[in-house]
């Protein structure tokens, strides 16, 4: 009988005492220590030691999330699922600019706008409040490339005049610049924001920004408008639980590319009135270390790119066990979303198997 076996046969013959292992000693202890998972939420897959495992939204610090995988590893199909569950008890919002999500949407009683047809008011978070005029120019500064010549529009608007109105006294080479995207307003049926906040109603604004001349730079443009009104329209009593989500698909290409400070205030006033922000993204190169710290959790899908695995060692110092789990992925004549790795900002990585209902497919 070799020593580990005499000493579990001496605690096992005498339950009664109480044993403490030095360090040296541990791995002879009875008791292994699990790392914590949360028994509540949207179910999400089983790690690896097939405990359950959930996306619960109370767990972490802030409501904002980060979801991040490569181009096929299937974030769409993860997202729809998470947002199918979130439904239920919270307001889901998605930013699309594919249209990928408009059958979910409708499958979960919601309403989808096409931005061709119907779009917001965008201005109105700058009527309620002048201040708020800044904002609008930062993102014009940003998303435009403008310079001084920001100031002109910001003369304009505060005369209270429309984006045409204001279009149309602009110096010519400023007109050009702007033009498609402050037209883009014009001659659409409204969506009043406020009323669907109020309800709480499931929608998502779809921008098939492929089918438009300005693609990805009036996706940036729409989306940045569309939050600092989402902001206004949310603000008021500080709220300490979630009561919606948005999910920003594509978000390394459209709404992380504002970067600076005026990104950072949309995730940190956003967190104090309940809204959870889910940014989609293909790699982590947008997430600096200020923003990284507005955000509560992300989930990783394997594979990972290197370029996201070295960010992800650096910020959490993952095992080599962690490392190799999510750079594998398996052989398969489809692509599904297999293995993650879920992270809540603070505590250990956990290793999940995710499962995907199949009725989440058909959406």
């Known amino acids: 009988m070799g020593f580990r076996d005499k000493v579990l046969k001496k605690i096992l013959a005498e339950p009664?005492?109480?044993v403490a292992f030095s360090l040296d000693f541990s791995?002879?202890?009875?008791?292994?220590?699990?790392?914590?998972?949360s028994s509540r939420g949207v179910l999400i897959g089983y790690d690896e030691h097939d405990r359950e495992v959930y996306f619960n939204p109370l767990e972490p610090r802030n409501p904002h999330f980060i979801i991040v995988g490569g181009s096929g590893t299937g974030?769409?199909?993860?997202c729809k699922q998470l947002a199918y569950y979130l439904s239920d008890e919270y307001q889901v919002v998605f930013l699309d600019p594919h249209g990928d999500y408009n059958k979910?949407?409708?499958?979960?009683?919601?309403i989808v706008f096409d931005c061709r047809k119907n779009v917001f008011e965008?201005?109105?978070?700058v009527r309620e409040s002048p201040e708020k005029l800044d904002e609008f120019v930062d993102v014009l500064k940003i998303v435009f490339g403008l310079e001084d010549e920001a100031y002109l529009v910001k003369e304009k608007l505060k005369k209270r005049m429309s984006l045409s109105q204001c279009l149309s006294e602009l110096p010519p080479i400023l007109r050009s610049k702007l033009e498609s995207a402050f037209n883009f307003f014009d001659n659409k049926e409204k969506i009043d924001l406020g009323e669907l906040i109020d309800e709480g109603a499931h929608f998502s604004l779809s921008f098939r920004m492929e089918r438009s001349p300005l693609g990805e730079?009036?996706?940036r443009f729409v989306s940045a408008l569309f939050i600092l009104n989402l902001t206004h329209f949310v603000w008021g009593e500080e709220k300490h639980k979630p009561e919606r989500f948005v999910f920003m698909d594509e978000a390394h290409r459209i709404v992380l590319k504002l970067g600076g400070d005026l990104l950072k205030s949309m995730f940190f006033e956003l967190r104090k009135t309940g809204t959870g922000l889910i940014a989609i993204s293909q790699n982590l190169q947008h997430f600096d270390l200020e923003l990284l710290d507005q955000v509560g959790g992300l989930l990783v899908l394997s594979p990972v790119s290197e370029y996201t695995l070295v960010k992800l060692d650096a910020l959490f110092e993952l095992s080599a066990e962690n490392r190799l789990f999510i750079k594998r992925r398996s052989p398969r004549d489809k692509w599904f979303p297999e293995r993650a790795l879920y992270i809540i900002v603070g505590s250990t990585p956990v290793k999940v198997f995710l499962k995907i209902d199949e009725k989440i497919l058909r959406y």
Do not use: C, R
């Open 104 to 110: 979910l949407v409708q499958a979960i009683g919601g």
């Open 16 to 18: 009664d005492k109480i």
């Open 75 to 78: 974030k769409s199909l993860f």
């Open 122 to 125: 965008p201005l109105a978070f």
């Open 27 to 37: 791995p002879l202890s009875p008791l292994v220590s699990l790392k914590f998972v």
């Open 217 to 219: 730079k009036l996706a």
